[in-house]
């Protein structure tokens, strides 16, 4: 079995069940007739760029990485459907308009949530400004969050 196979197996594991320890991933394949030690599986993860997400139990799971991806945005977009009112983008820069008071929390959760297409925000009272990260355009990045935006409105 090489690292390629072995790769593969891993991933048809996580589709299958949710796995949220090394232990149990080795078990997994080993029920699948791979011979695995603790060191492989962590390096397998490593190198598949592995992630924890939530499962519907709210238990901590391994995921591909895109599946990371999605939640980080998933946050994002519940954030933005909370507190912001207006999205206007500019430059590579998009602003968002907020409640007075509310900006600071809506950039912390932008900040903490590490959506793949904003580098980073500065918040205001009411403001939050967000740098697009190369190669979204302002334009993309807007149009995502009016989105959600509108999505909390209804």
């Known amino acids: 079995m090489n690292r390629h196979q072995r790769h593969a197996a891993i991933l048809r594991i996580l589709r299958e069940r949710s796995i949220a ?3 149990e991933l080795a078990e997994a ?17 490593h190198e598949l760029g592995l992630v924890k997400v ?17 939640t980080r945005v998933d946050a994002v977009g519940e954030a933005v459907a909370r507190w912001a009112l207006s999205v206007e983008p500019s430059g590579n820069l998009v602003v968002l308009t907020t409640p007075y008071g509310y900006a600071s929390p809506l950039a912390q ?13 500065i918040a205001g009272e009411n403001t ?10 302002r334009a993309e990045l807007a149009g ?7 999505n909390g409105a209804a």
């Open 21 to 23: 320890t090394q232990t």
């Open 128 to 137: 939050v400004l967000l740098v697009a990260r190369e190669p979204a355009t």
């Open 54 to 70: 939530r499962d519907e139990s709210g238990r901590l799971v391994y995921a591909p990485p895109e599946a990371g991806e999605r």
């Open 29 to 45: 394949l080993r029920d699948s007739g791979h011979e695995v030690v603790q060191t492989t599986v962590s390096r397998d993860i």
């Open 144 to 150: 995502e969050l009016r989105v959600q935006m509108l």
């Open 109 to 121: 959760a932008i900040d903490l949530a590490g959506h793949p297409r904003i580098a980073g925000s």
